[in-house]
């Protein structure tokens, strides 16, 4: 491939790990012919921004790029979505945070204040929802995890979970609010555990179904007004480079087990699949 030309707002950056997301995969099939995909990864600068914005050269970075060309050793991505990590950092920890942490972190403002409120996380055991329990339960909430494999269970609740269960069928009162990374009928769950004035934010749609709301469940009542479910789109937020520096100093965020992998064994694994553990795959760079 040919070299990366950055554009004035743009930083060179050297990048040292990657960490492909759901979106990434998902798109794949779609993407033309010698393109080179990635959103998330970490890196060195080698170039700071023409512009003179952004970090400088020799800081270590963690990006954010829409436009893909993540999955290279070198990349040029905007200095708005570009962020200055401690140098102490593991770049598999680094590489791991810009989507997942980012959009956990948006999720929780978009729900207002949560201080003494329960709060629902579906498919806590995902990056996002790790995230999601550890920013919550800083932030005073009641968190309330969803997990369906139990043996998950005793870590949220280390990572601050108030309750944990394993489907949404046992959560027994009324939440404040909710962010579902799962979609389908837990959606569709979720959204009839809210209380007057709460909100769903729906993140993902890992379970890959329609949700098929049933007859009545708009219909308000004292208990059931003015709720709603909701979804952004992070590439439309502003604001992210800051709120990735400090996600990226927080040395108490866990992203759940991180499985670091060589680049050269990227397209046997999305061969296979893209098996994923329940943290991250991260696979560092060969500048050899």
Do not use: C
Request: proline fraction near 7%.
């Amino acid at each position: 491939m040919a070299e990366p030309t950055p554009l004035p707002h743009e930083l060179l950056v050297r990048v040292e790990a990657f960490s492909p997301n759901p979106g990434d995969l998902a798109a794949l099939p779609g993407v033309p012919a010698g393109s080179i995909p990635g959103w998330d990864g970490a890196g060195v600068v080698l170039e700071a921004a023409a512009d003179g914005t952004g970090p400088r050269a020799g800081d270590h970075v963690l990006f954010l790029g829409l436009g893909a060309r993540g999955w290279a050793q070198r990349r040029a991505v905007p200095h708005a979505t570009t962020a200055t990590a401690p140098p102490d950092v593991a770049w598999e920890h680094l590489a791991a945070l810009p989507v997942p942490a980012t959009s956990a972190l948006r999720a929780l403002r978009k729900l207002g204040s949560v201080i003494g409120r329960r709060i629902l996380i579906v498919g806590a055991t995902g990056a996002v929802g790790r995230i999601a329990v550890q920013l919550a339960a800083r932030s005073g909430a009641h968190v309330i995890a969803i997990a369906r494999d139990e043996n998950t269970h005793t870590e949220l609740q280390h990572l601050g979970a108030r309750e944990t269960h394993i489907s949404l069928s046992s959560v027994s009162s009324r939440v404040h609010g909710a962010i579902d990374m799962v979609g389908g009928q837990h959606l569709v769950d979720a959204y009839a555990l809210l209380d007057s004035g709460a909100a769903v934010i729906a993140l993902g749609h890992s379970a890959g179904a329609d949700e098929r709301f049933p007859y009545g469940a708009f219909i308000a009542g004292p208990a059931t007004s003015d709720r709603s479910v909701t979804s952004f789109f992070l590439g439309s937020e502003n604001g992210l480079a800051d709120e990735m520096a400090y996600l990226a100093a927080d040395n108490r965020l866990r992203v759940g087990d991180v499985d670091i992998r060589p680049w050269t064994e990227l397209a046997a694994w999305v061969e296979r699949g893209a098996p994923r553990p329940s943290g991250r795959v991260v696979f560092r760079v060969d500048h050899a």
